[in-house]
RNA sequence: GCGCCCGUAGCUCAGUGGAUAGAGCGUCGGACUUCGAAUCCGCAGGUCAUGGGUUCAAAUCCCAUCGGGCGCUCCA
């Protein structure tokens, strides 16, 4: 219902000064009551071009649009040059009606036409269970997969393993160190850098695996292969509570795709990567290591791919990692990366330009720090020494769906303190529950209305009812939502959907307090339709942000 | 030193060219014999780090400075 007033609008302005000046705008919900049910700064954007006040533009605007308006009461053009319109009976029963027709549907849209995206996110070392900082760049990764695909999108879910290469091989030693030190047997020089409750209970269930004799560095190969599928989660008895595909699922998340960095070298691709390279004279032999001109595209210095002991670099096998994903066919690639490793991507761009793959259609989004406090202590957090908290303990603590919001709630981009003490005091007060408890407060006003005979469903929709005007706020709320989600899409921005959800679930808590919604009067039922419609988009929207929608708590 | 991100209420953070700068938590004070008080209403709290510039209009854009985080490995 909003695309036809902004239609009205474009088609205005179209008139008045030409299509070819038509600046991209927008309609909000003005906060002032005064300040009409919509409003538009088109004018602004065209003050440039024409060399005109925007007040002027304005009233020009508006002129053109008072011909075709069943749908406008009035239109006001203010102060600087906003347009501020008051929308009539129709546009209101319209809207009710076109979001209770659109149900789930409501807020999907095929902006995406079918585009095949890959999200790769989390993408943890699989050398210990997964840390409060992935937590983040989960949901953000999660959520933005989910409003893609319900923007048309074709959106697959990857995750890739670094189960190759010297961090997981240093797992494997740990893990053989712990058996070694538990049977007695003298250690090796090698004890591997990983230490916490995760090595000892691999430890623990390696005899079941492999016979105790064949339990040597001869075999740290198989050893360290056990480890790894331990700690994903692919071998159950050893970590069944705490591994990596168990914290991800008890946060709710889901992956399409577990993509193996092993395989790429079984398979040649790295090998070939850099052939591929050398053949297009990007390539430089240099003591004793094969390094790549990076900075003939971009890059401050050029990067090693093949280090002097003989060993392929992980930027090797990255680079063939994302060959790969244009290989797939992929139109658009979107990475969560943590903020740390910025100062990678223009080496990774320069080798996808090398290799002549548009580098533009691999976006990054780089989520910032997450640092942990108990109260005023901050947390020490170091996976070597295992010491930190996991996602699955903050999950088991905070739950689930307090946990995603709070994340949620902050930009990717600014960093975040994160107080556990805090975060479980608060999970009382906590926004989502403020949330969540507008969903179940309508089910339970249609529990209660269905007791006086009003049954949401079979309700009949009367045009000449008159909405209040914090009825009309209240679908005005609804009617925007659309444009939150094709917002989020645009520019990556999954946290601006909770704040949506606070506000609007803020005029219903208002509302509620000030109007009896089931009463004797046959207006109830109109009040129950629009209730109706807030609980569809509150339900869709939650939906999105993978948190429950609950009918009671 | 160079690059990226950040600096907004006591705390954690939204807002990134436009109408009186917002929310949650925290303080204090009010509202349930009637649809859910996990709610609502009110009070207090701001030189939007600082200084300059661009603009009809700057928390928002540009420059400088200060402060914080991260990165600048033949680590991943």
Redesign the pocket.
């Known amino acids: 219902m909003i695309d036809k007033l902004i239609d009205l609008i474009a088609d205005a302005v179209k008139d008045y000064a030409g299509e070819a000046v038509l600046p991209t705008f927008s309609v909000?919900v003005?906060?002032?009551e005064?300040?009409?049910d919509f409003?538009?700064?088109v004018?602004?954007?065209l003050?440039?071009p024409l060399k005109m006040?925007?007040h002027d533009i304005a009233s020009e605007v508006a002129v053109r649009m008072r011909a075709h308006t069943d749908l406008i009461d009035r239109i006001e053009v203010?102060?600087?040059?906003?347009i501020?319109f008051i929308m009539g009976r129709a546009f209101w029963h319209g809207s009710l009606r076109h979001i209770a027709e659109r149900q789930t549907d409501y807020g999907k849209s095929d902006v995406g036409r079918g585009k095949k995206v890959l999200i790769e996110f989390v993408s943890a070392?699989p050398t210990g269970p997964i840390h409060v900082g992935h937590g983040r760049g989960a949901v953000i990764g999660d959520v933005l997969a989910r409003v893609m695909a319900a923007s048309g999108y074709e959106v697959t879910r990857e995750y890739y393993i670094?189960d190759?290469?010297?961090?997981?091989l240093s797992l494997g030693y740990s893990v053989l160190n712990e058996y070694y030190k538990t049977n007695n047997i003298k250690p090796l020089s090698n004890t591997g850098e990983y230490r916490g409750d995760y090595v000892v209970s691999i430890s623990g269930t390696l005899a079941s695996m492999i016979p105790p004799a064949e339990i040597n560095e001869q075999n740290i190969k198989r050893i360290t292969e056990f480890s790894v599928k331990s700690v994903l989660g692919d071998e159950t008895r050893a970590l069944p509570n705490s591994s990596i595909k168990e914290a991800l699922r008890s946060f709710n998340i889901t992956f399409d795709n577990w993509f193996s960095?092993k395989k790429l070298y079984d398979d040649g691709s790295v090998a070939g990567i850099i052939e591929e390279l050398n053949k297009r004279h990007a390539v430089k032999q240099?003591?004793?290591?094969t390094w790549f001109l990076s900075t003939l595209y971009g890059d401050?210095?050029d990067?090693?791919l093949?280090?002097?002991?003989g060993?392929l670099?992980?930027?090797a096998s990255d680079i063939a990692y994302h060959v790969n994903k244009y290989k797939r066919g992929y139109n658009g690639l979107i990475n969560i990366w943590?903020?740390?490793?910025?100062?990678?991507l223009p080496r990774i761009r320069a080798a996808l330009t090398a290799l002549g793959y548009d580098a533009d259609r691999l976006i990054v989004l780089?989520v910032?720090?997450v640092?942990l406090m108990r109260g005023d202590r901050p947390v020490a957090m170091s996976k070597r020494a295992g010491e930190y908290v996991t996602l699955k303990e903050l999950v088991d603590e905070v739950g689930t769906d307090a946990v995603r919001f709070f994340f949620l709630?902050?930009?990717?981009?600014?960093?975040?303190?994160?107080?556990i003490d805090?975060a479980k005091?608060?999970s009382?007060?906590?926004?989502v529950?403020?949330v969540?408890?507008a969903h179940?407060?309508i089910?339970?006003?249609f529990?209660?209305?269905l007791t006086k005979g009003w049954n949401v469903d079979a309700i009949e929709q009367r045009d000449s009812y008159v909405f209040t005007s914090q009825e009309k706020r209240l679908l005005a709320q609804c009617l925007i939502y659309p444009e939150v989600i094709r917002d989020i899409v645009a520019k990556g921005?999954p946290?601006?959907l909770t704040?949506y959800l606070?506000e609007l679930?803020?005029i219903l808590?208002?509302y509620?307090?000030?109007?009896?919604?089931?009463?004797d009067d046959q207006d109830t039922g109109q009040r129950l339709l629009l209730m109706n419609v807030v609980k569809i988009v509150l339900k869709n929207a939650l939906d999105l942000l993978g948190i429950s929608a609950?009918?009671?708590?």
């Open positions: 909000t003005p906060a002032g005064d300040h009409g409003s538009t700064g004018a602004f954007g003050a440039g006040a925007p203010v102060k600087p040059g906003y501020n070392n670094n190759a290469g010297n961090q997981v960095e240099e003591e004793g290591a401050e210095k990067r090693v093949k280090k002097q002991a060993e670099t992980y930027f943590g903020a740390d490793h910025h100062g990678y780089f910032q720090m640092r709630q902050r930009s990717h981009e600014s960093q975040l303190v994160f107080d805090l005091k608060q009382q007060e906590n926004p529950y403020y969540q408890y179940a407060r089910s339970s006003i529990g209660y209305a921005e946290h601006k704040y606070v679930v803020g808590h208002r509620y307090t000030d109007t009896r919604v089931v009463g609950p009918e009671k708590m």
